[in-house]
T-cell receptor, first 111, second 111 residues
């Protein structure tokens, strides 16, 4: 069974702090690693994604770090804001139209 | 552009009843998929389609049927509803194998 393991399940961070969410995968054939953000009552929306040929990708305050040898990748949110409070999902795909999803992390940013 | 639309938003069924969840997209995307989202389990793929007339099973297809007669529509049929199918259902479409655009979801309760 292909799996993507995500931690922590929930996370509380002070405004202005750094939020870090981690994911680990097993299938070395995975070649696409997106992070999705979901607000209550809405569908998930793509936040940022990375391919395994780079170790880091940054878009604004959001950064993906990727460690191919450890089969791990993580999302860092710098200067976390209350508007970042949401559930975050990591996922992985081996280009066969199927995304394998992590269980999600509920992030709360305290003002 | 309406994006991905889903109807109904909420539905309550009795065990054994059947129903169809509707999904439509106006972005001319070839790829469409259905997911269910349960607490602590992330999103699990039910069925997907890579174009009109082509469908395939995902991770949890049992108890669900799909068809894709047009590019725009991808309905999901519950054949005989069971309490285990109580969940939030998301439809998504994608122009390629990467970014997926999600609808707002259907919250289904089976009594």
């Amino acid at each position: 069974q292909q799996q993507v393991k995500q931690s922590p399940q929930s996370l509380i961070v002070q405004k202005g702090g750094i939020s870090i969410i981690n994911c680990a995968y097993e299938n070395t054939a995975f070649d696409y690693f997106p992070w999705y953000q979901q607000f209550p009552g809405k569908g998930p929306a793509l936040l940022i994604a990375i391919r395994p040929d780079v170790s880091e990708k940054k878009e604004g305050r959001f950064t993906i770090s990727f460690n191919k040898s450890a089969k791990q990748f993580s999302l860092h949110i710098m200067d976390s804001q209350p508007g970042d409070s949401a559930t975050y999902f990591c996922a992985a795909s081996d280009s066969n139209y199927q995304l394998i999803w992590g269980a999600g992390t509920k992030l709360i940013i305290k003002p | 552009n309406a994006g991905v639309t889903q109807t109904p938003k909420f539905q309550v069924l009795k065990t054994g009843q059947s129903m169809t969840l509707q999904c439509a997209q106006d972005m001319n995307h070839e790829y469409m998929s259905w997911y269910r989202q349960d607490p602590g389990m992330g999103l699990r793929l039910i069925h997907y389609s890579v174009g009109a007339g082509i469908t395939d099973q995902g991770e949890v297809p049992n108890g669900y049927n799909v068809s894709r007669s047009t590019t725009e529509d991808f309905p999901l049929r519950l054949l005989s509803a069971a309490p285990s199918q109580t969940s939030v259902y998301f439809c998504a479409s994608s122009p390629d194998i990467y970014e997926q655009f999600f609808g707002p979801g259907t919250r289904l309760t089976v009594l």
